[in-house]
Nanobody, 124 residues
Framework: VQLQASGGGLVQAGGSLRLSCAASGRTFSSHYMSWFRQAPGKEREFVAASGRNGAGTYYTDSVKGRFTISRDKAKNTVYLQMNGLKPEDTAVYYC??????????????????WGQGTQVTVSS
């Protein structure tokens, strides 16, 4: 089972990037699929989640209105469209999948599967 994240890069403030996370080895329709990020010297933090079977989307307050998570069940892939990027969005972004419940989606501990991370750098 593998999660392969891609799409990171260097972008100016106000720009956009689209991250992809392709799953292989199993389907995750019964799992939450989420994005976390970790900036240098900081703890890994929750960014966004797509609910089981793609039902429901959830965001941390700092990205609401700017980021959109979506899931393509046929491709077993989850995306994170990031618009209006800010320098404080700079981090390594990780996708994750797990049988978490709604009340714990922001906790990394409940996720069993992780991608390798993709670097997002936003210049001012």
């Amino acid at each position: 089972v593998q999660l392969q994240a891609s799409g990171g890069g260097l972008v100016q403030a106000g720009g956009s990037l689209r991250l992809s996370c392709a799953a292989s080895g199993r389907t995750f329709s019964s799992h939450y699929m989420s994005w976390f990020r970790q900036a240098p010297g900081k703890e890994r933090e929750f960014v966004a989640a797509s609910g089981r079977n793609g039902a429901g989307t959830y965001y941390t307050d700092s990205v609401k209105g700017r980021f959109t998570i979506s899931r393509d069940k046929a491709k077993n892939t989850v995306y994170l469209q990031m618009n209006g990027l800010k320098p404080e969005d700079t981090a390594v972004y990780y996708c994750a999948a797990g049988p978490v419940i709604l009340s714990t989606i922001a906790s990394a501990a409940g996720y069993h599967y992780w991608g390798q991370g993709t670097q997002v750098t936003v210049s001012s």
